[in-house]
């Protein structure tokens, strides 16, 4: 250990971002994110072209991590890269990248599942929960509710059964015509509208599961059936059609949040995920906490979305548990974590 202090480097490449991050001794120095602006073009992610970005820039932005830290590649103990899951081209640059890196230094590798490094974003910062805690990790592909007792120990309690909630939002915002990415341009322009405005039904899934596809359906329907009837009709109510269905997906995830801690007599909660950048969903849970008597944990808005230092801080509680990976660690697209 270089002046007996741990570095990790992290590097986070699941989908179309390309990000490096060093961590010290669970303080993070630096997260460098490189977007790939391409693929507006194409209302979605182009895995190929995905792959062949982080190629191009998976090397600069680990130097200039490193720089910013005033971390030397030789005082690296660890290197951390997300496993799973992920675009798997994109995955596979990450991976063959952390594991050459690893060796050329002879050090360990740590490899990460995407879903449990969101939940411990929330112990980049202070204040950090407090165990047990329960943590509503909503992103593109996941939902979940997910009780921590530790940060190594934890246990999906409920979880989608098909759509996930950043589906749901992306795949309305493509109903209603509006740019990839859709989700947040969702949560903008709901802002602006009228959550009560319309009505769309609420699925009641047993447990702590969730369901989106039904209301996904509701709307497609619901957008054909106005449309007939007024052919301007999502152009005149775009904003009240988006804080609507915002306000029934939030509805949704507040119900099943609120059960699982009522059950569990849990007061800690919080929320990951790409999805838990949106403002509706952070005012919801902000709002609920001072209803319920929570301890509310909200991660910084760079900490949301996909990035090194949530892989950096899951790998430095696996370097302290000595949790290594080897070099026969492959990558795959979908993988259970707990």
Known sequence: MANGKVNILAIESSCDDTSAAIVQDGVVLSNLIATQKVHELYGGVVPEMASRAHMQKIVPVVDVALKQAGIDKQDINAVAFTQAPGLIGSLLVGACFAKSFAQALNVPLISVHHMQAHVLAHFIDEPKPQFPFLCLTVSGGHTQVVLCKSHLDMQVLGETIDDAAGEAFDKVAKMLGLPYPGGPM???????????????????????????????????????????????????????????????????????????????????????????????????????????????????FEYCTDNAAMIGITGYYKYLQGQFADLSASPTARAAWI
């Open 186 to 300: 969702v949560d903008k322009l709901a802002k602006e509208g009228n959550p009560t405005r319309f009505s769309f039904p609420l699925s009641d899934m047993q447990g702590f599961d969730f369901s989106f596809s039904g209301l996904k359906t509701a709307v497609l329907y619901f957008l054909q059936n106005e449309k007939k009837k007024d052919a301007d009709f999502v152009a005149n109510n775009l904003n009240d059609i988006c804080a609507s269905v915002q306000h029934t997906i939030i509805t949704m995830l507040m119900k099943k949040l609120k059960k699982a801690a009522r059950e569990l007599n849990i007061n800690h909660i919080g929320i990951a995920g790409g999805v838990s950048a949106n403002s509706g969903l952070r005012a919801a849970l902000a709002e609920t906490g001072k209803q319920m008597g929570w301890q509310v944990h909200i991660p910084k």
